[in-house]
């Protein structure tokens, strides 16, 4: 072969390598614009599911809230219903004693 011929050679060999590190240049930074945009999507995802999981939670807080507080208020309306038929039946009771007491006051006079 030519000196012509082995420097051409070696020429074409060295852009070959050129254009095979470019092209590995390109991929590489392809392959970390892709993986850039899947990190953002899974952090997009994640607070979606985060947000949702919270509201989730608040909700069934509140459910559990709303069924106490109809609890309470149940209890205590059949509480004050106890205690005022005690007290009618208290008053009853009274009324009852006061006449017998008026009565014989009256008939021992």
Do not use: P
């Not at 392809?30 to 953002?40: P, V, Y």
């Not at 009618?88 to 017998?100: C, F, G, H, R």
């Amino acid at each position: 072969m030519a000196k012509n011929e082995i420097l051409s050679e070696i020429k074409k060999a060295e852009e070959s390598a050129k254009t095979m590190v470019d092209e590995a240049i390109e991929a590489k930074n392809r392959r970390i614009s892709e993986a850039r945009a899947e990190a953002r999507e899974i952090l997009k995802q994640s607070e979606i599911d985060a947000h949702k999981a919270a509201q989730d939670s608040f909700k069934e807080g509140e459910k559990k809230i709303l069924e106490e507080k109809d609890k309470i208020i149940n209890d205590g309306e059949k509480n004050a219903l106890a205690m005022s038929q005690k007290a009618q039946a208290n008053i009853d009771k009274s009324v009852n004693y006061l006449v017998q007491e008026f009565e014989r006051a009256v008939l021992n006079e």
